[in-house]
């Protein structure tokens, strides 16, 4: 899959995506929303979200250490707070953005991959799922039911549960979207994954590795060869190609990704041989 935004009709495509969408909006919503019921304080005095204090810094880290991420510079608290305002609270740095990019795998059976390759992984689970892309067709504003589904058909085809997987590649385009898609994945119960994050849960070698690859916004969102780019990381994190960024000793990956704010979801599972 190969995505090549032509830079003169950058502004005319991020306005059209917008109009369609309306996902910065939507996410400013979650993000306000995530307080609710369960009381955590999402916006500090500085109407900062408190994950880009630990969880955007560290997935920027992760993307630093991969040669093949559209944003690899450091970025500082400072940055974060003295960014422009997208639709608050969600400022600059919450959101991904849009890049160039290609991606590829090859799909085979067993015996192809053993007979032209030492270097392959397999796919254990495979799942997808729908929910209204509309938020007030929801019953929560805090989840996204499409990962939900996806994930449960995943785990069940895998035959494991989130606590078997060692890292995951999740649809972060938004700070607050890693966050919803940790809980929804069931690495973490629902209103804990933002202290999760800011713990150093989900760091490179935590609990449960989110992003290595520096995920959508520092990696980039090609759009549509996001989700094999996804694929791609995993297959380099089980194979020993992942360099710096290394999961140590990983045995099984899981990737998530979404359309439309989570209108259609897929997560697929993979594991080393």
Request: with cysteine; glycine share 10%; net charge neutral.
């Amino acid at each position: 899959m190969i995505k090549k935004i032509n830079i003169v009709l950058l502004s005319l495509f991020t306005s059209l995506l917008a109009i369609a969408n309306n996902a910065d909006y939507k996410y400013l919503t979650i993000a306000e929303n995530l307080s609710h019921p369960w009381g955590i304080a999402v916006i500090d005095k500085d109407n900062i979200l408190f994950t880009e204090l630990s969880g955007q810094l560290r997935i920027i880290e992760n993307g630093v250490l991969n040669p093949k991420a559209h944003l690899r510079k450091k970025i500082s608290i400072d940055d974060v707070m003295n960014s422009a305002v997208v639709a608050s609270p969600l400022k600059l740095y919450d959101c991904c953005p849009f890049s160039d990019g290609a991606s590829s795998v090859i799909l085979c059976n067993e015996k192809f991959a053993k007979d032209h390759s030492k270097d392959y992984v397999k796919v254990i689970g495979s799942g997808r799922g729908g929910s209204p892309a509309a938020l007030q067709g929801r019953e929560q504003l805090t989840t996204i039911p499409s990962t939900k589904i996806a994930a449960a058909a995943a785990y069940k085809m895998a035959g494991i549960t989130a606590k078997d997987v060692d890292f995951a590649e999740v649809h972060d385009c938004f700070t607050v979207a890693e966050v919803v898609d940790s809980e929804d994945l069931g690495f973490f119960e629902k209103g804990t994954g933002a202290t999760a994050a800011r713990n150093g849960e989900t760091k490179l070698n935590g609990s449960i590795s989110i992003n290595p690859s520096g995920g959508l916004k520092s990696k980039g969102h090609p759009i549509g060869a996001t989700g094999v780019g996804q694929v791609v990381e995993a297959f380099e994190q089980l194979t020993g190609k992942s360099g710096e960024r290394t999961v140590n000793d990983a045995k099984i990956g899981l990737t998530q990704n979404f359309g439309a704010t989570g209108a259609s979801c897929a997560v697929h599972i993979f594991q080393s041989v």
